[in-house]
């Protein structure tokens, strides 16, 4: 035996069938469709109560409701110093609708800043009421009595919340229950006197005032809608109440839109790369 066929003896033997490497770009590589992080995940879209609208306003009818400022308060915090924006004072129910920027300003300028520890009562129930309180930073839980007497926690109240507002409008409003800290808390106080010191002066909000006590005391449920008298479980010829369900007049509509771009695709790529999923 010669070298050269020693060596001929020790190579691989050749190639037979087609090998994995090269059958892999004829074949279907099993992918999934493209995912994209900057919109909402997949399952919470599934789970969303989606509603087909045909038109392009879409208008959410609601009873008519007699609370008002059901909002939450903003404020602009510089160093230990807290503020309430001025146009955040609407969210309350004395101030809802009332849109003269300049009184408002004098409003927000007249709250005075109060910082408490937890643990400390803001106000107690039966007490006068003649402020309300901004809470800021915190939390406050309002306290009341169970049914056999005891306390019981009837709430609790976060950043941006706010309580006593009957106070501004009504001069006999006590406090329903006690308001106490959880935590450190920072609070922005507001007196009726301010208030009505300023309405003296200020003829907008004085008229804005009278307006609001002469609309008529509505009686409403939890939510601050109408309420509406029912009758269940009577024995006899009991009278039946008369009643009515009154709606929103302005309720809130959202104008839909449309999502739109110009995707460019170059035609090769439409050509040869166009299934499973078009490209164009």
């Given at each position: 035996?010669s070298v050269?066929e020693?060596?001929?003896?020790?190579?691989?033997?050749?190639q037979?069938s087609l090998g994995?490497?090269?059958?892999r770009?004829l074949?279907t590589?099993?992918?999934?469709?493209p995912q994209?992080?900057?919109?909402?995940s997949?399952?919470l879209l599934?789970m969303?109560p989606?509603?087909?609208?045909?038109?392009?306003?879409?208008r959410?009818?609601?009873?008519?409701?007699y609370?008002v400022?059901?909002?939450?308060?903003?404020?602009v915090?510089t160093?230990?110093r807290?503020?309430?924006?001025?146009?955040?004072l609407?969210?309350?129910?004395?101030?809802?609708?009332?849109e003269d920027?300049?009184?408002l300003?004098e409003?927000?300028r007249?709250?005075?800043?109060?910082?408490v520890?937890?643990?400390?009562?803001?106000?107690?129930?039966g007490?006068a009421?003649d402020r309300v309180y901004l809470?800021a930073?915190?939390?406050?839980e309002?306290i009341?009595s169970g049914l056999?007497?005891?306390?019981?926690e009837l709430g609790?109240?976060?950043?941006?919340?706010y309580?006593?507002?009957q106070s501004?409008v009504?001069?006999?409003?006590?406090w329903?229950y006690?308001?106490?800290?959880v935590?450190p808390?920072?609070l922005?106080?507001?007196?009726?006197?301010?208030?009505y010191?300023l309405?003296?002066?200020a003829?907008?909000?004085r008229g804005?005032?009278a307006?609001l006590?002469?609309?008529?005391?509505?009686r409403t449920?939890h939510?601050g809608?109408?309420?509406?008298?029912?009758?269940?479980?009577?024995?006899g010829?009991a009278?039946v109440?008369h009643?009515?369900?009154?709606?929103?007049?302005?309720?809130?509509?959202?104008e839909?839109?449309?999502?739109q771009t110009?995707?460019?695709v170059?035609?090769?790529v439409?050509d040869?790369y166009?299934?499973?999923?078009?490209q164009?």
């Amino acid at each position: 035996m010669s070298v050269g066929e020693e060596v001929r003896d020790t190579q691989a033997p050749p190639q037979q069938s087609l090998g994995t490497a090269a059958a892999r770009n004829l074949a279907t590589t099993t992918k999934s469709a493209p995912q994209m992080q900057e919109i909402t995940s997949r399952w919470l879209l599934k789970m969303l109560p989606w509603v087909q609208v045909q038109g392009g306003t879409y208008r959410v009818n609601r009873r008519l409701s007699y609370s008002v400022g059901d909002g939450r308060v903003t404020f602009v915090q510089t160093g230990d110093r807290v503020a309430v924006i001025p146009a955040e004072l609407g969210e309350l129910p004395a101030l809802r609708n009332f849109e003269d920027e300049e009184v408002l300003a004098e409003l927000a300028r007249r709250c005075e800043q109060r910082d408490v520890a937890a643990g400390e009562v803001l106000a107690a129930s039966g007490d006068a009421a003649d402020r309300v309180y901004l809470l800021a930073h915190g939390k406050v839980e309002k306290i009341g009595s169970g049914l056999y007497g005891d306390e019981t926690e009837l709430g609790v109240l976060a950043d941006g919340a706010y309580f006593g507002d009957q106070s501004l409008v009504d001069g006999d409003a006590v406090w329903e229950y006690t308001a106490r800290a959880v935590t450190p808390c920072t609070l922005l106080t507001l007196s009726r006197a301010d208030v009505y010191n300023l309405a003296e002066r200020a003829e907008s909000l004085r008229g804005h005032l009278a307006g609001l006590l002469s609309i008529p005391h509505q009686r409403t449920n939890h939510y601050g809608e109408a309420a509406i008298d029912l009758s269940a479980g009577h024995v006899g010829e009991a009278v039946v109440p008369h009643t009515f369900v009154d709606y929103d007049a302005a309720p809130r509509e959202y104008e839909l839109s449309v999502a739109q771009t110009v995707l460019k695709v170059h035609s090769r790529v439409a050509d040869l790369y166009n299934q499973p999923m078009n490209q164009t």
